[in-house]
């Protein structure tokens, strides 16, 4: 007999208590049905904004849309290391175009994925050195992609900071001393819902040594659902339980782990 999973509720916030979910995937075939009904249920839990992450030129395109029809939403731009082989000159200058619209706060997602090489790696290489030069061009943060990548995303990084305008470590998946490395060059480290998950216990020593002030959360959904959701479509909300997992490793309350960590993404994205 298959055991059913519990329905455990979400966290209940504080009055006065948002939090902000600083990379999802809006414009997915996922949410395709009832996106309505998905922020309103992130607005009802308390997620008072979602950061839309461009992945390439139609997702960005897209991410600006959303962000003008729903004032909860906001954008980044930018060409994902899977896309690589496709960014060119017409890329780039649609991309500047659309990062000069009032609601994007960001570009990305950019990096490098040496786990799904679908685009080669020196094309990757190349691609992610141009595109963090036009984040710099653009006074933008970059939103990072970092897969089984960290030394020579970090050496790049490395080679082109300073970086007044900061950026994420998106869906960080190092241990705590590759964060301090990308800390300590002016980045946020954003945390997925797979540090709730059992086997993350180095995500979870990551987490439990990286200061407050430097942590985001995030949902990248529809993917990575934390647990009680594991296995499920991922949706904004959803970053309550990642921050009630995150707020324990770190002995504080999920009111103050979820205050800390919006205050973090306002400074970040100037909301």
Known sequence: MTKKKKNIPLPELSTGISAIDTHCHLDMDAYKTDLDDIISNAQNAGVSKIVTIGIDLRSSQKAVELASQYSCIYATVGVHPHDAKD?????????????????????GEIGLDYVKEYSPKEIQLTVFRRQVEIAKELHLPLIIHDREAHEHIYQILKDNAPFPEGGIIHCFSGDASDAQRFIDLGFLISIPGVVTFNKAEILQEAVRQIPMDSL????????????PKRGRRNEPSYVLYTGAKMAEIKGVSTDELIAQTTINAKRLFKF
């Open 87 to 107: 960014f060119n000159a017409e890329t780039e200058a649609l991309l500047k175009q659309l990062a000069l619209q009032e609601k994007v706060v960001a570009y």
């Open 216 to 227: 985001l959360i995030e949902t990248d959904g529809p993917f990575l659902a934390p647990v």
